[in-house]
């Protein structure tokens, strides 16, 4: 099966500070996506992004298909920034209906 | 409207119950979700209903039981769970058959088996 793979696991900042996430990615993945889930459970996709660089505010990503990974930018972190942040592709050999996720990193925010 | 809505939020069944989750998208959305999600770990695929017609079944007990009465509307029905089966279970949509697109979670529906 195909591989997604997030670091760090989990990090904590500073209210104010900045922040990068990684996601690498096996061969096969394409139809990357990065999402935050609050404390809540609920999962708000952030950006739908199988190559080149977004922007949404204080958060921004950039995937590089060829070299198999993305990051994700958190700048002038917030308290409700904190949650998991999981990155998910699918199988471009496979279904392209099933959205594999990575483990997450768990991010906290401290005031 | 840009929602997935679930219903309901918080379900506690006893090991003999008979319930049903349900999830709604008004995007036009026309390939739907279930995903299972354990305590600190990712959410996993259950089922994908392309266009009203199942065409992923993860290998799920059949005491999970979808449906898709039409194109708007995912039901879960659950009968016989056991304690292991508590989660948040996620309903999802994508736009097209390819799934080419971002998915929309709903809010989630968190099961406790007892």
């Known amino acids: 099966g195909i591989q997604v793979e997030q670091s760090p696991p989990d990090l904590i900042l500073q209210e104010g500070a900045n922040s990068t996430l990684r996601c690498n990615f096996s061969d096969s993945v394409n139809n990357l996506q990065w999402f935050h889930q609050n404390p809540w459970g609920q999962l708000i996709n952030l950006f739908y992004i199988p190559s080149g660089t977004k922007q949404n505010g204080r958060l921004s990503a950039t995937t590089v298909a060829t070299e198999r990974y993305s990051l994700l930018y958190i700048s002038s972190s917030q308290t409700t920034d904190s949650g998991v942040y999981f990155c998910?592709?699918?199988?471009?050999?496979?279904?392209?209906?099933?959205?594999?996720f990575g483990k997450g990193t768990l991010l906290t925010v401290n005031p | 409207d840009t929602e997935v809505t679930q219903t309901p939020k918080h379900l506690v069944m006893g090991m003999t119950n008979k319930k049903s989750l349900k999830c709604e998208q008004h995007m036009g959305h026309r390939a739907m979700y279930w995903y299972k999600q354990k305590a600190k770990k990712p959410p996993e695929l259950m089922f994908v209903y392309s266009y009203e017609k199942l065409s992923i079944n993860e290998s799920v007990p059949s005491r999970f039981s979808p449906e898709c009465p039409n194109s708007s509307l995912l039901n879960l029905h659950l009968h016989a769970l056991q304690p292991e089966d508590s989660a948040l279970y996620l309903c999802?949509?994508?736009?097209?058959?390819?799934?080419?697109?971002?998915?929309?979670f709903g809010s989630g529906t968190r099961l406790t088996v007892v």
């Open positions: 999802a949509s994508s736009q097209g058959a390819t799934s080419n697109y971002g998915y929309t």
């Open positions: 998910a592709g699918m199988d471009s050999g496979g279904s392209n209906y099933k959205l594999t």
